[in-house]
């Protein structure tokens, strides 16, 4: 059964470097979201990816944020300056279509800043 | 905007006992989809259901069991016979559909979650 893949399952940085979060989502999909967890709390939606371009993002997104399809396969996240309170789960999340309801969640990466 | 309020923080429960685990929702959709999630300690998130709105009729699967109130705006789950296996996260959550129209492209707004720790 196809999947959305997650890597790396752990990333640790340092506060203030640039870190890339890789996900494939699962390979005819057309929509693309990330979502976040902080530890205990509950998944809040980052951003929504479609036709190349975002659609939709919240007020957690901010200009420190970027997604990216490099190719056909990958679907990025990068941080640009990393802060203590990005340390979280991430999510990346992919859906087949308009018609399609159910989006299908990545295993998630780990990020801790130190 | 669209609200998921779960207001219970953590159940615990002996195992066999049955356990409900609610959920409510706001919107302004006419038209939306709910679902629950469930996050093992391992931290993914597991699709259980998804529910349309304009579809009430309550749902079994196995162990567990969905009511759908549009009424009331809730969405309560329901595990029968819970196992330890059971012990996990859940996640109540809703969509608004994505349209053509580019106004929406079908976002999750998560619940708090419900905490249920199921023992031997």
């Known amino acids: 059964e196809p999947e959305v893949t997650q890597t790396p399952s752990h990333q640790v940085t340092q506060m203030g470097q640039e870190v890339i979060l890789r996900c494939v989502p699962i390979s005819n999909h057309l929509y693309f979201y990330w979502y976040r967890q902080i530890l205990g709390q509950k998944v809040e939606f980052l951003v929504s990816?479609?036709?190349?371009?975002?659609?939709?993002k919240s007020e957690i997104f901010d200009d420190q944020f970027s997604v990216e399809r490099p190719d056909g396969s990958n679907f990025t996240l990068k941080i640009r300056s990393t802060k203590l309170e990005d340390s979280a789960m991430y999510f990346c999340?992919?859906?087949?279509?308009?018609?399609?309801?159910?989006?299908?969640f990545g295993p998630g990466t780990r990020l801790t800043v130190l | 905007a669209q609200k998921v309020t779960q207001a219970q923080t953590e159940i615990s429960v002996v195992e066999k006992e049955d356990v409900t685990l609610d959920c409510v929702y706001e919107?302004?959709?006419?038209?939306?989809?709910l679902f629950w999630y469930k996050q093992p300690p391992s931290g993914e998130l597991v699709f259980l259901i998804r529910r349309n709105s304009f579809d009430e009729q309550n749902e079994i699967s196995g162990r567990y069991s969905w009511n759908f109130q549009k009424s009331t705006s809730s969405f309560n789950f329901t595990i029968t016979a819970s196992q330890v296996v059971d012990s996990a996260v859940y996640f109540c959550a809703l969509s608004e559909p994505p349209n053509a129209g580019g106004t929406s492209y079908g976002k999750l707004t998560f619940g708090q979650g419900t905490i249920l720790t199921v023992h031997p």
């Open positions: 999340a992919s859906r087949l279509g308009l018609a399609y309801n159910e989006q299908f």
């Open positions: 990816f479609y036709n190349n371009e975002i659609s939709e």
């Open positions: 919107t302004r959709d006419t038209t939306y989809y």
